[in-house]
């Protein structure tokens, strides 16, 4: 516990210091000069308070033995609030929801408070030092007894000196994990992006390390992987779940609005709202600093209970809003939510509405848009003018209104196509439809820094729209041969015929890190044949055979996943070995139709995980059906659970005889 504390401590102190110094760089930059001036100095005056007090308190924990007392989480709690008001203050600046002049008056009152909360936790070291030197210590013993009892696997990584400092920084990204219900699967894009959204991380990548660390030391269990063997979906362990959530009302981190936890009176920052079943809420009196608020009703409430926390006009400092599992918002709630200037990561569920409001241009410090799980929705150009967005998701098509926007040759050149072109941030689109009308063919080739997108090309589909998106496909490959270290994801669903346009993107030798067809294809496409490199290659109901996608592969290298989905293969054999299939590591068959198999061993040297889900499952005459005993890195093979008893049996025999003994599984076809 008494690790902990000093990473709360230091956590806080952390966020508040490196927010000053983004304030007085920014500032120094204004044209307002005296008044600048000013204010940075009245923030450097903060910025100073509080590295004075991250030392002293660092020394009393150190002095005190490591016990922590009630009065230092005070004092924890002081900091952690100043911080968020800092932070508070610079991002409604930023937004332009306040002037400079009430910036610079914001500033001086934290001056004011940063010099009381020192002068507060001061006083409160004079009395803890008492304590150490044994005029309190039964009260501090008594403190450091109730203290939660740490999991082990927390406890682990802080044997390690070189996690200690880790921890520190990023303990507050663990609290997090409390903001959903127990037994909830965490999707890991997701997490990343709401850490961004509240500056708990300050790079993406520095996120997806902290997810590998917690997951690698058992603090975080995978609950599934894709494809390519990272995890998607995640949740803590029971033990980790308790301790955090105990730490976190404690420190109220998050109030959790379940039924059961007493609400503070203190100013809530982050609302979990999950009560069961027709419990009415009892929400927190002050949401007015709330910076992320997720609902998750429960199986057969009543929404109607939750209509309170649907008054999002007392939010004023919302960051993060997840309302995914709540469906039946009305156009006043969108209406309402678009007014939240502060906003950067926006999940909801659209239910029946079909468009999404032009007023959703008021959020320019919107980074994330998830609209995923509803019907198609009709978009505006204003989504797309966002000049922080960077993730898009969900299923969309233009606005016939704004099809203006749209190039065309010898036209005026649009705002939109200006924008798009020089200043978009767009990395991730997943995904748009493309139909009859223009628009997101026509577009997408403007988008310079997308990365990841994902398309549904319909029945319907006119010529001009595949003959533009083929061309916009053939660019977005392209550019990958300039940042070849970035990672890049296509993924195409067809309907129909509409896989014919794929015979028109121009063969170009650049790699993907994903790529994903599901639909209807005449023959193995040739741009994917040309690329120099596929790491992760997933097909789904194209109906083409293993023959087929075997020799379509031949000049491509670098494939370590693949996945079929598929019940034309007619035959699986992988028998010699072959420059493009040797680097495999991961392969993930579904065929509902007879399909016959041969693996040696010699051919897949890499192969972690084999998945072969298929009820009629035979083996080609003279070769074995899976060799699995020379595969030196096998983890684990799995196979329909409806295949022959005999199958079953040998294949756990050999699996035993493994020096791996790799996990053999029985499963049913997935969802």
Not at 155 to 162: G, K, P
Not at 181 to 203: G, S
Request: aromatic residues 6%; contains cysteine; glycine residues 6%.
């Amino acid at each position: 516990m008494e690790a902990f504390a000093v990473a709360l401590f230091g956590a806080a102190a952390s966020a508040a210091v490196s927010k000053l110094s983004k304030v007085i760089g920014e500032l120094s930059k204004r044209r307002e000069r005296k008044a600048s001036v000013a204010v940075k100095n009245d923030a450097n005056y903060i910025k100073n308070d509080l590295e004075f007090i991250q030392v002293i308190m660092q020394q009393c924990f150190d002095s005190s033995g490591g016990h922590v007392s009630p009065l230092q989480l005070v004092c924890i709690a002081l900091l952690r609030r100043l911080a968020y008001d800092i932070q508070d203050c610079m991002d409604s600046f930023n937004a332009d929801k306040t002037t400079f002049t009430e910036f610079a008056n914001e500033i001086a009152g934290l001056k004011a408070r940063s010099i009381d909360t020192k002068d507060q936790i001061l006083s409160y070291m004079k009395v803890i030092t008492l304590a150490v030197n044994g005029t309190s210590q039964g009260a501090a013993g008594t403190a450091h007894q109730a203290a939660p009892s740490v999991p082990r696997e927390l406890q682990d990584l802080l044997s390690d000196q070189s996690r200690q400092a880790w921890l520190v920084r990023n303990l507050d990204c663990l609290l997090y994990l409390c903001l959903f219900p127990p037994e909830h699967d965490v999707r890991t894009k997701p997490l990343i992006r709401r850490w961004l959204a509240e500056e708990l991380v300050e790079v993406e990548q520095g996120a997806v390390n902290n997810l590998k660390i917690l997951i690698t030391a058992s603090i975080i269990c995978s609950t599934r992987r894709g494809n390519n063997g990272d995890v998607k979906i995640c949740r803590p362990t029971d033990e980790t779940l308790q301790w955090i959530s105990e730490m976190s009302v404690s420190q109220n981190f998050i109030v959790l609005c379940d039924g059961r936890a007493q609400l503070p009176a203190d100013e809530a920052r982050r609302l979990s709202v999950h009560p069961p079943a027709n419990v009415k809420l009892n929400l927190p009196q002050n949401l007015s600093r709330l910076r992320t608020l997720a609902v998750f009703p429960a199986a057969g409430a009543n929404l109607s209970n939750y209509e309170a926390v649907f008054d999002f006009a007392k939010y004023e400092m919302l960051r993060v809003l997840d309302l995914k599992e709540c469906g039946h918002l009305s156009d006043g709630h969108i209406q309402a939510i678009c007014d939240l200037v502060l906003m950067k990561y926006l999940s909801i569920n659209l239910g029946s509405i079909g468009f999404i409001t032009r007023d959703i241009g008021m959020l320019k410090q919107l980074e994330t848009l998830d609209l995923s799980g509803s019907q198609t929705v009709t978009v505006f150009k204003e989504v797309l003018l966002l000049p922080k967005l960077k993730h898009l998701l969900g299923k969309f098509q233009l606005s016939r209104i704004d099809i203006t926007s749209v190039p065309v040759v010898g036209w005026f050149e649009s705002n939109l196509e200006r924008f798009l072109r020089d200043k978009s941030v767009l990395e991730t689109l997943a995904g748009f439809v493309t139909g009859e009308t223009l628009g997101f063919p026509q577009l997408m080739s403007l988008m310079r820094r997308l990365r990841e997108v994902k398309i549904w090309c319909g029945s319907n589909a006119s010529k001009r729209n595949l003959k533009d998106l083929s061309n916009a496909i053939t660019e977005f490959i392209h550019r990958t041969t300039r940042e070849p270290h970035v990672h890049w994801s296509l993924s195409i669903h067809f309907e129909g015929s509409s896989g014919e346009f794929t015979k028109k993107i121009v063969s170009v030798a650049g790699k993907l890190d994903s790529l994903k067809l599901h639909g209807n294809l005449s023959q193995f496409p040739l741009f994917v044949a040309g690329l120099s490199d596929i790491k992760e290659l997933c097909l789904s109901s194209t109906g083409l055979s293993w023959d087929v996608i075997r020799d379509g592969l031949t000049d491509v290298r670098g494939l370590k996943y693949l996945k079929l989905i598929e019940d034309n293969l007619g035959s699986l054999d992988i028998l010699s070995e072959a420059e493009h299939l040797k680097s495999i590591e991961r392969i993930f068959v579904v065929c509902k139709q007879t399909l016959e198999v041969a693996i040696r061993a010699v051919a897949l040297p890499a192969l972690v995980s084999l998945h072969i889900l298929c009820e009629d499952l035979h083996g080609i005459p003279d070769e074995p059906l899976i060799e699995i005993i020379p595969m030196a890195k096998l983890q684990e093979v799995a196979l329909h659970q409806q295949v022959e008893g005999a199958t079953k049996d040998e294949m756990l025999r050999i699996a035993t005889g493994h020096p791996n003994k790799p996990d053999v599984l029985f499963l049913e076809y997935p969802q």
